[in-house]
Nanobody, 120 residues
Framework: QVQLVESGGGLVQPGGSLRLSCTAA????????MGWYRQAPGKQRELVAT???????NYEDSVKGRFTISRDNAKNTVSLQMNSLKPEDTAVYYC??????????????WGQGTQVTVSS
């Protein structure tokens, strides 16, 4: 089994910054793509950013230039640096990883979610 543990959410004023982190633990051989998604109240979960094993990144248009995704393959960790936060960034943020386990089965795993609230 594989577990993803997130940290770093909280309350921040508009224009502020937060850094989210997510670490995978368990029977892991390798991790392919990693990503962050978010879900605001009453809305569907949406992609925020993804990063391949070779660190090729992709961002949702509204966060380009403000958010930066990064990964540490040695630590099985993905991070999301969020700057210039806006009230519309308020949501529960989830990390996602595509994991190849020690049994050679590849599966997607999700973190438990962390609340980000941007408000004055």
């Amino acid at each position: 089994q594989v577990q993803l543990v997130e940290s770093g959410g909280g309350l921040v004023q508009p224009g502020g910054s937060l850094r989210l982190s997510c670490t995978a633990a368990g029977r892991i051989f390798s991790i392919n793509a990693m990503g962050w998604y978010r879900q605001a109240p009453g809305k569907q979960r949406e992609l925020v950013a993804t990063i391949t094993r070779d660190s090729i990144t992709n961002y949702e248009d509204s966060v380009k230039g403000r958010f930066t995704i990064s990964r540490d393959n040695a630590k099985n960790t993905v991070s999301l640096q969020m700057n210039s936060l806006k009230p519309e960034d308020t949501a529960v943020y989830y990390c996602n990883m595509n994991v190849l386990g020690l049994t050679w089965v590849r599966s997607d795993y999700w973190g438990q979610g962390t609340q980000v609230t941007v408000s004055s």
